[in-house]
């Protein structure tokens, strides 16, 4: 298949990165790659669901794979797997002596293993530098739900129209199952069952990464989990605590032991990221090097420092983020720079994923979620126009309209955008800017 045919499926059947920010899959097809990376990492916690899909649709993904790396002109592709997901690395196993340029790299389970970053290194050798893109080092990542998501597109001509969810914490039946794009997390919630705690707060997404929703938030074509926890767990206050008690906290308690820095994956990798330095500079009103503040721009979010290494339980992730979101704000553009070499003892500094479960107070949640290859009926659904990097998808749809499943209902916008297809059959009720509302159409006799 031609790369530009390639691209114009991906763009037409609203493909993106299915987690993390969302960019858009053509968007990084492009024939500078030697080597295509397949992320099936999953580090954060109780995340279950890619690993689940290439245990269960290994021939179709893996034969994805090895079709984009033709239509690149890679040399290989590579699995970056944990070691420790033995069930789909037996299912890998058994075909990959059918694909001689794919190739499986064994990873530990350490956080944040998945970092585009930190895969790269691991699975090439390459260091992307600070502010650099994959590319610059000929690679290219995508997930393994966006790889399923591309076979689907290309050889059945399915657009996305659902997304995998891992639903886990305090429900009865946790599982992983296919969801319609716009469906509420109250609907979703309900495929798992009962929700077994009294006052629950919904985390979408990750504990390290994700963000705080509601019963009314839906599902996007990132979102991977839904993790439903007591409003009073330490990972649900972490979250709604006030940054500006958070910036004063970090003048009184900051020791400047520098444990934050010393863990930062990407400062392991030779990025100017200095979080003790940060915490420094913030609770000084020091404004005498402006580099502690513009190296902000280069961290991933991961939040080693601010859940894990901080003695103190100060929150130097959520300082960075709120600088990094005022340089973002400010137009100010921050250049790339150069890794400084990978720090000797970067073994040594690997944060174990389990370990980081029980710090945060999760292992007990960390159980069995079956995975549900099906897509569930739902009666509504608010579908976004902006679940991706780039620009909103532009309504093709007017109220009244009936539309079926996978019917586009959105155009790709000018510049960086993909189509947006609806994901159950029905009226539409509402059309904006922003979302289409799609009601389940109720037949009535008499």
Known sequence: MLID???????????????????????????????????????????????????????????MLDEVRQAFGAKEAVVGIKNEYKATIDAL???????????????????PMGDEVVLIYEATGR?????????????VVYNVETMYNLYRAVHLNIPVTNKLV????????????????????REAIALAGHVTCADPAYLMGGPMMGRLGTENTVIT??????????????????????????RKRASSACCQCRTCTD???????????????????????????????????FCSGCG?????????????????????????????????????????????????????AARLGL???????????????????????????????????TVGEMVKKGQKIAEAAEGLSVSIHCSIDGIVEEVSDREVVVRERTVTNG
């Not at 196993?93 to 956080?111: M, Q, S, T």
């Not at 069995?368 to 620009?391: C, K, L, N, W």
Request: glycine share 6%; aromatic share 4%.
């Open 166 to 185: 891992s639903i886990v914490g305090e429900i009865d039946r946790p599982l992983t199952v296919r969801v319609p794009l716009g469906t509420t997390v």
């Open 127 to 139: 260091v992307i530098r600070a502010g650099g893109l994959p590319i610059e080092e000929n690679v």
């Open 304 to 356: 080693v420092c601010e859940k894990y290494a901080c003695p103190q339980g100060l929150s130097p992730k959520s300082i960075i983020q709120n600088l990094k979101g005022g340089l973002r704000g400010a137009g100010v553009k921050v250049e790339p720079v150069e890794s400084t070499g990978v720090i000797e003892d970067r073994e040594l500094r690997k944060v174990p994923v389990h370990r980081l």
């Open 263 to 297: 863990m930062c994956p990407r400062h392991a990798l030779g990025h100017p990221i200095e979080p003790h330095k940060v915490m420094r500079a913030v609770a000084n009103a020091d404004t005498s090097d402006l580099s502690v503040y513009t190296n902000t721009a």
């Open 221 to 246: 074509k990132t979102t991977n989990a839904i993790i439903i926890l007591p409003k009073d767990h330490p990972v649900i206050a972490k979250m709604n605590k006030k940054l500006e008690i958070e």
């Open 93 to 111: 196993n058994e075909i990959l002596p059918d694909f001689p340029n794919v190739r499986i790299c064994g990873l530990k389970a350490a956080y």
């Open 363 to 397: 292992s007990r949640y960390d159980v069995e979620a079956p995975f549900i290859d099906t897509t569930p009926s739902t009666a509504y659904v608010r579908i976004q126009m902006s679940q991706h990097i780039g620009a909103p998808a532009v309504p093709t749809v």
């Open 5 to 63: 045919e390639l691209k114009s499926i991906a763009r037409d059947n609203g493909i993106v990165g299915a987690g993390g920010a969302g960019f858009p899959a053509y968007a990084k097809m492009t024939e500078k790659a030697d080597t295509v990376i397949l992320n099936c990492v999953e580090c954060e916690p109780l995340l279950k669901l890619h690993r689940q899909l290439l245990a269960t649709h290994t021939k179709e993904i893996i034969t």
